[in-house]
């Protein structure tokens, strides 16, 4: 009965390869060894693949699905365009200590180089968020011009979605007040969107908005972007 359960193998690894290599190392081990090491061994490869992944939290680039407010991954959904002038990155998982330089490296690089905040730039450049020309249409004959319209309009916004972030520690604010102290050293706007009120206790106790604005944190993305907007034409 124990070795007719090995049919599962290949469903386990396709279902998640974590899972997969955990059940194979259990299987191995209670074979070999003994039942109660083998399912020793289990629990702490579990704990140990919970912990991994952990350390890695997604962030991707979101993009405005037109007539709606919402935002989307814009590498998932085709529907999702990016507004010019503008990024929006959210970040899902736990920040802390331990994947604060990891959260920071992926949002810079999705961000993209930004020689995109001279002030010339910023008092010239205007965010549009009508369905017209601001949106990418890869599946339309002008989509490529669009899509690269985008790209090359400097940056004078970006908005980090914090909506996923369940968990926050002081060195990861530490971390966050760098970013927006950089980008502001480049005249490019830095706001918060729709963070958990765990989230903003633990700002609130961190003395977070002494150094970050709180007319700078909002409760959707779609408000961070009109304020943007709205700050980009004054």
Not at 76 to 90: D, H, T
Request: with cysteine.
């Amino acid at each position: 009965g124990l070795f007719l359960q090995l049919k599962d193998l290949p469903l386990a690894f396709k279902q998640s390869p974590f899972d997969g290599m955990i059940w194979l190392v259990t299987f191995l081990a209670v074979v070999l060894l003994d039942i109660d090491y083998g399912l020793g061994l289990g629990v702490a490869l579990s704990l140990l693949c919970v912990l991994i992944m952990g350390q890695r939290p997604q962030v991707c680039r979101l993009g405005l699905v037109p007539n709606t407010q919402i935002y989307l991954d814009v590498n998932r959904y085709q529907a999702a365009s990016e507004i010019a002038g503008l990024r929006s990155v959210q970040i899902a998982g736990g920040l802390h200590f331990a994947n604060k330089e990891h959260v920071r490296r992926k949002v810079n690089r999705l961000i993209g180089e930004i020689e995109m905040g001279e002030t010339e730039t910023k008092n010239t450049t205007k965010l549009n968020t009508s369905n017209s020309s601001t949106f990418k249409k890869p599946e339309k004959e002008n989509g490529d011009a669009t899509a690269l319209v985008i790209e090359n309009t400097p940056v004078t916004c970006v908005v980090l979605d914090l909506m996923s972030v369940c968990f926050v520690d002081p060195s990861a604010l530490k971390t966050l007040i760098v970013l927006y102290k950089d980008l502001k050293a480049r005249n490019v706007l830095l706001c918060l969107a729709d963070c958990s009120a765990t989230v903003h206790e633990r700002m609130v106790h961190c003395s977070f908005f002494e150094d970050f604005p709180e007319s700078q944190l909002f409760p959707s993305i779609h408000d961070a972007v009109l304020y943007a907007q709205q700050s980009v034409k004054s």
